[in-house]
C-alpha cells in the first residue's frame, strides 16, 4: 500500500496539537501516524496512562474525533463493546456511516493489567485495531517496570543499586503472543520508521476482524535522554534488532525492514541514563551481554519465521 | 394482553430481557446467575432480539464493554452476582459516573469468602455508594416487572443513570412460581426507543468520554450525579404509576404491609418480606399489631417514606441480609436510624443480620422476632445487634 505523505499531512489530525505530553514523547506522534491512515471516521479509546491523562484533562480535549477512555485495563474491552453496538445499531439500520475501531495502550496497560481484557477481544474477533505504544514501563505513574521494560533497566521498582543491576527478566514477546491468536493481522512497528508503520496500520484498516500493533515509542524522561533524538534512538533499536519491524498476516510471518548493519545494543543503552548504571563494572557488562545474546536469539528466531537469513 | 407463566427468577429476568431487546449484551456466567444469560443466549440464537452478544472473558470486562456499548449510545445490558460483581467493582463505579443508562440484573449471592454460592446481599449491599440505583424484589413477578421499570428509570432524560435490578439467589432465581407477563408489544411500547443524549457512533458531533477530572471539576461532576440519584425518585415513582396504570401492578419506593396500625414492625428486603407476611397474618388474628416495611428501593434511600411508616410504632427490627463488620449492624439498620434521628419520636430500633451464606429464614425465625418486639414493648432489654438464626 503506497504512503503519499503529502496527502497524509494535509489530513485533519484525529490529535491536535496543545496535548500536554512530555516534548520528544513518541506516543502522539504514534498515535497521529495510525490514525492518519484511515480513510474512515474513527472512534478512538484508549487505556490509563500519559496517553489518555495528556490529552483528556476536561474541560480540555486534544481529540478532534470521537474517543472514550474508561479505565487503565479495559481498553480492549471498552472498544470491543462499542464495536458491539455498531454492529448491532448497523445491522437495524440505525447508523450508515462506517467507522473504524482503535484501542491504545501503554505497554502497561496491554503486556500486564490490560492482557486479558486484549486477549478476550482479539479471541472474540472484533473488527478493532490495538495499538500498544510500548515506551518499556509504567511512566505515566514515575517509570515502574513492566513486563516490557528491557533487561538491566533502571525503574523505580527495580532500581540499580549495591546488590541490584535493575530489571532481572528479558521482555516479554507480545507481538508473538498475539500471533498465537491466530487473527488476521498482527504487526510490530516503530515510531521512527513512520513510513513502515503507516502502512501497517493502512493493511489493518483494510482487513475486517482484529488487529493488533506493536509500536516501539521511546519515552524521554523514563529512559533518560534528549528530547530531539526520539526517532534517532528509536532508529538505533530497530537497527540493532532488538526491535524486529515485521508483520504476521494470516499467520504468514514477513520481515519488514532488514537493517544494513546491525548495531550492538550497547550502543542505544549507553544513550540512555536507564542503562547508565551497566556502565560501571563487570557485572553490567554481563548483563548487557545476557541481553545481547537473548536479542540475537530473538533476531535468529524471527529470521527464521520471516524465511530469511541476515 | 397478559400471559400467565410458571416462571423461575431467572427465566422471568431472562424473558424480561428478551422483551427488552436490548442492542448489545455482554456477559459472563456466575452461580447464580448463568441461567439467565444462558436463557438470553437462547434467544439470540434463535433471533428473537436484535442483540449484539458479547461473550466477553470476565465480568470486569462484561461491564467494560457495557460501558461502550453505552456511551455508543446503544441499550446496553449485563448481568451478574457476587464475585462477578466484586470483580467489575471499578466499572461499575465508573458506569455510573458517565452517566450511562446500563440496566443490570444482580441475582443476590453471599460474597467470598468462604466461596459459597447460596443468597444474602453482601455483593449489592457492598455497591450501595458506586451510584447505581439499586432496585429490590421480593418474587420473580417483582424481578420481571423491577427489570422492565429500570430501563424507563435510568434511561430518563434527567436520570441517565445505570440499574441494578437485584433479586435473591436461588430462593427467587431458581423458585418457580406463576408470574403475570405483558405481551412483547406492551413492553416495547412501555420502554420506548432508546435515544442516548450523547453517542461516539456520531461522528459529526465529536466528544471525548472518560476525560481526567481534577480538581477544578471532579466534585461538581459529583454533585451533579448526587442530584440525579435525588431526582430519581421521582421518576421511579411516576414509571411505576405508569406500568400499575398498564398492568395493574403497584409499585413504590417502599411497600406497607398492615403498617396502618402496627405497633411492632420489621424492615427487611427480598425474599425474606414474603414470609414476613405469612407470620404478619397469622399475628394478626392473634391480636397482635404486626406490620411490615418492605425495603423496593435502596438507592436513592426513601428515607422520608420509611420514617413515616415507622412513626407511629413501639419497636422496630431492622434486618440486613449482610453483615458489614462494623460492630454496628448492617446497612439498612444503619440508613434507617438515621432516617429517624431527626423524628421527635422514635421507636425502639434492634438490628438483626440473617440469612448469611444463604441459611434459610423460616416463619419460626421471623415470629421470634417479632416475640423479642413484643418483649422490647413491654419494656424489657434487648441488645441491639442480633444475628437471626446462628448457632453459638
Not at chain 1, 487505556?47 to 495528556?54: D, I, K, P, R
Not at chain 2, 427488552?20 to 436463557?39: F, G, K, M, R, S
Not at chain 2, 454460592?117 to 420473580?140: L, P, V
Amino acid at each position: 500500500m503506497a504512503v503519499n505523505l503529502k496527502a497524509l499531512s494535509a489530513k485533519e489530525p484525529a490529535l491536535s496539537a496543545g496535548h500536554r505530553a512530555c516534548a520528544g514523547c513518541a506516543a502522539p506522534i504514534v498515535v497521529r501516524q495510525v490514525l492518519m491512515a484511515s480513510d474512515k471516521p474513527v472512534v478512538v479509546g484508549s487505556a490509563t496512562g500519559c496517553l489518555e491523562v495528556t490529552t483528556s484533562i476536561y474541560p480540555y480535549t486534544a481529540w478532534n474525533v470521537n474517543f472514550i477512555h474508561n479505565a487503565f485495563e479495559n481498553s480492549a474491552a471498552t472498544i470491543s463493546g462499542v464495536e458491539a453496538a455498531f454492529e448491532s445499531l448497523k445491522k437495524q439500520g440505525k447508523i450508515d456511516d462506517d467507522i473504524n475501531f482503535v484501542a491504545f495502550g501503554g505497554d502497561g496497560g496491554t503486556y500486564d493489567i490490560g492482557f486479558q481484557s486484549l486477549s478476550g477481544a482479539m479471541e472474540r474477533g472484533h473488527n478493532m485495531l490495538y495499538v500498544c505504544y510500548d515506551n518499556g514501563a509504567y511512566m505515566n505513574t514515575g517509570i515502574q517496570r513492566s513486563s516490557a521494560t528491557p533487561q538491566g533497566a533502571n525503574t523505580t521498582t527495580t532500581p540499580a543499586g549495591k546488590v541490584s543491576t535493575g530489571k532481572k527478566q528479558y521482555r516479554k514477546d507480545l507481538a508473538e503472543i498475539m500471533a498465537s491468536h491466530h487473527i488476521p493481522y498482527v504487526a510490530q512497528a516503530s515510531v521512527s520508521n513512520y513510513r513502515d508503520l503507516i502502512e501497517k496500520a493502512q493493511k489493518a484498516f483494510s482487513i475486517k476482524g482484529p488487529k493488533f500493533l506493536n509500536v516501539l515509542s521511546p519515552c524521554r524522561l523514563g529512559w533518560g535522554f534528549n528530547p530531539e533524538n526520539t526517532v534517532d534512538l528509536a532508529q538505533m533499536m530497530v537497527d540493532s534488532c532488538f526491535w524486529p519491524l515485521f508483520e504476521v498476516e494470516n499467520g504468514v510471518w514477513k520481515l519488514t525492514y532488514k537493517p544494513k548493519n546491525k548495531p550492538n545494543i550497547e550502543e542505544w543503552m549507553k544513550l540512555q541514563a536507564r542503562f547508565k548504571h551497566l556502565f560501571r563494572g563487570e557485572e553490567g557488562k554481563a548483563v548487557i551481554a545476557a541481553a545481547q545474546e537473548e536479542v540475537d536469539k530473538r533476531w535468529e528466531q524471527i529470521l527464521a519465521r520471516c524465511g530469511e537469513t541476515m | 394482553m397478559k400471559i400467565r407463566h410458571s416462571l423461575t427468577g431467572n427465566e422471568a429476568m431472562a424473558e424480561a430481557m428478551r422483551q427488552i431487546n436490548p442492542d448489545v449484551v455482554a456477559a459472563y456466567p456466575i452461580t447464580p446467575q448463568t441461567e439467565i444469560v444462558q436463557l438470553f443466549s437462547n434467544s439470540v440464537a434463535d433471533g428473537k432480539v436484535n442483540t449484539e452478544f458479547v461473550t466477553v472473558e470476565s465480568e470486569h470486562s462484561a461491564m467494560s464493554a457495557t460501558i461502550g456499548a453505552s456511551a455508543a449510545g446503544a441499550r446496553a445490558m449485563t448481568a451478574t452476582s457476587a464475585n462477578g460483581l466484586a470483580y467489575m467493582w471499578e466499572v461499575v463505579y465508573i458506569a455510573a459516573s458517565m452517566r450511562l443508562p446500563i440496566v443490570m440484573p444482580v441475582v443476590n449471592r453471599a460474597l467470598s469468602g468462604p466461596i459459597n454460592i447460596h443468597c444474602d446481599h453482601s455483593d449489592t449491599m457492598g455497591a450501595r455508594d458506586s451510584g447505581w440505583i439499586q432496585i429490590y424484589s421480593e418474587n420473580s413477578q417483582e424481578a420481571y416487572d423491577n427489570l422492565i421499570q429500570a430501563m424507563r428509570v435510568a434511561e430518563h432524560s434527567e436520570i441517565q443513570l445505570p440499574v441494578m435490578v437485584c433479586m435473591d439467589g436461588f430462593i427467587i432465581s431458581h423458585g418457580m412460581e406463576v408470574i403475570e407477563m405483558e405481551d412483547d408489544d406492551t413492553v416495547r411500547k412501555f420502554i420506548g426507543e432508546h435515544k442516548a443524549n450523547y453517542s461516539l457512533l456520531d461522528v459529526k458531533n465529536p466528544i471525548t468520554m472518560g476525560p481526567l477530572d481534577l480538581q477544578d471539576f471532579y466534585f461538581e461532576h459529583k454533585k451533579q450525579q448526587a442530584e440525579a440519584m435525588k431526582n430519581s425518585a421521582a421518576v421511579i415513582r411516576d414509571v411505576a404509576k405508569e406500568w400499575e396504570k398498564l398492568t395493574g401492578r403497584s409499585y413504590d419506593m417502599i411497600e406497607e404491609y398492615r403498617m396502618e396500625d402496627a405497633e411492632i414492625a420489621i424492615v427487611a428486603i427480598g425474599s425474606a418480606t414474603g414470609t414476613a407476611k405469612v407470620v404478619i397474618d397469622g399475628l394478626r388474628e392473634k391480636g397482635v399489631k404486626a406490620g411490615l416495611v418492605k425495603i423496593r428501593v435502596f438507592r436513592p434511600f426513601p428515607k422520608e417514606e420509611i420514617a413515616k411508616a415507622l412513626a407511629n410504632t413501639k419497636a422496630v427490627a431492622i434486618m440486613d441480609r449482610a453483615e458489614s463488620f462494623a460492630d454496628f449492624g448492617g446497612p439498612l439498620f444503619r440508613d434507617i436510624r438515621a432516617s429517624l434521628y431527626d423524628h421527635d419520636v422514635r421507636p425502639k430500633m434492634v438490628s438483626y443480620v440473617y440469612g448469611l451464606g444463604g441459611r434459610d429464614v423460616m416463619p419460626e425465625d421471623i415470629a421470634s422476632v417479632y416475640a423479642d418486639l413484643e418483649r422490647l414493648v413491654k419494656g424489657e432489654q434487648l441488645p441491639m445487634l442480633n444475628h437471626l438464626g446462628v448457632r453459638e
